[in-house]
């Protein structure tokens, strides 16, 4: 049988381990930190940072295809893994959502709406950012950000240099702030074939930067749905892009604002494990192995609400609830804001 590569072992590289598994693969993950969520469901793992080449070359030849279930791995990396293997989703969906000013210039380069932005480093430019797109604003790194980490929230000019500080010199962009009425996530995938398919969009809740829960279906008209899955089949298409997506979106009265893609599997589509016959990462897997993709119909209504920190004790008395599907990453240690689990409410 094939071996599929995952960079990463976290609890979505866990998942895909588990969906791989399932299609008959076999699954080698590569973490830089011991005794990852993954570790305890893939049939090999190596332990050893991004910048051990030699490491990632020897990862790379046990392995038939490389995927991965977070976008910042270093260019360096990906050198070594694309002399001897397809990386799948490729390397553009990765520089492009790796930046946060290079993915809404593609964004906007495809006709999509997304915040009004400005590149900043110096206070100066913030300045000047904050003249043209005005407060509230978010600042927020252009890289390594996840979990609302990275941002600070202006709500006049006066606030700019505390939010500037907590860059901590990192280049940033500034955005206008979005009034928007809902947040909604369209995942979709495309396979090698070029086909493409989309999940019904979720309603996204976050606390404290974190998402919280995700409703299916969302909140949205016929068109607003249309535009949603039109609007992440024309990202996929421009990228020539292989596996899934997450694609999150504003609902605002003039239309949807497209706030960030993430080329990998995406907590808003976990509902998809107990809601559809064919999930997120058994999707993922088709598609980077070159089969067809699933049938993502949602066959039930689903909240999905993640378990953080201290919401982990709650797990005795959601195990008694009926048409509650509990998934959880077996970590030991439950810090506040670690993201431990989830739990799938079927609702209809
Ligand atoms: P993720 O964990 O989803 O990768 P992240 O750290 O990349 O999160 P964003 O998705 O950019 O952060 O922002 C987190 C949340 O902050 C958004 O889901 C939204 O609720 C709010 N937010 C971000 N940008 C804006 C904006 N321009 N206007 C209004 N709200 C925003
Ligand atoms: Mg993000
Ligand atoms: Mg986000």
């Known amino acids: 049988g094939s071996t599929i590569g995952i960079l990463g072992g976290g609890q979505l590289g866990r998942m895909l381990s588990v969906a791989a598994s399932r299609l ?31 490491a ?31 990386i799948r989703p490729n390397r553009r969906a990765l520089a492009v959502s790796q930046d946060r000013i290079a993915e809404k210039d593609f964004l906007t380069s495809l006709g999509l709406t997304t915040a009004p932005y400005a590149g900043v480093t110096t206070l100066d430019d913030l300045h000047h950012a904050i003249t043209k797109i005005g407060t509230p604003a978010i600042l927020k790194t252009t890289r390594l950000g996840y979990d609302g980490k990275g941002q600070a929230r202006l709500k006049s000019p006066a606030d700019a240099e505390a939010a500037l500080a907590q860059m901590n010199g990192a280049p940033a962009v500034l955005e206008g702030f979005i009034d928007f009425s809902h947040e909604v996530s369209v995942i979709a995938a495309r396979g090698t074939d070029g086909s493409v398919a989309c999940y019904d969009p979720g309603e996204n809740v976050h606390k404290d930067g974190i998402l919280s829960t995700t409703t299916i279906p969302a909140r949205l008209s016929p068109s607003q749905r249309t535009d949603a899955i039109l609007l992440a089949a024309r990202i996929l298409n421009a990228l020539d892009y292989v596996g899934v ?86 970590k030991a240690e439950a810090r506040p804001g670690r993201k431990m689990g989830h739990v799938n409410r079927i609702v209809g």
């Open 245 to 330: 997506m997450g694609v999150e979106l504003f609902v605002t009265r003039a239309g949807l604002i497209v706030n960030e893609i993430a080329p990998r599997v995406h907590n808003s589509g976990h509902w998809t494990q107990n809601g559809c016959a064919v999930d997120q990462f058994e999707q993922h897997i088709r598609a980077v192995a070159g089969w067809p993709l699933g049938d993502g119909a949602r066959h039930s209504d689903v909240v999905m609400e993640n378990l953080i920190g201290d919401d982990i004790l709650r797990v005795p008395q959601i195990a008694r609830e009926k048409n509650a599907a509990l998934h959880l990453y077996g």
């Open 24 to 54: 008959g693969f076999r699954t080698h993950i590569f973490e830089p930190s011991a005794n990852p969520p993954a570790a305890h469901v893939a049939d090999r793992v190596t332990t050893a940072p991004y910048d051990d080449l030699a």
């Open 56 to 86: 990632l070359a020897a990862f790379a030849a046990s392995v038939d295809v490389v995927t991965y279930e977070f976008e910042n791995i270093p260019t360096a990396a990906l050198d070594v893994l694309e002399k001897t293997h397809p």
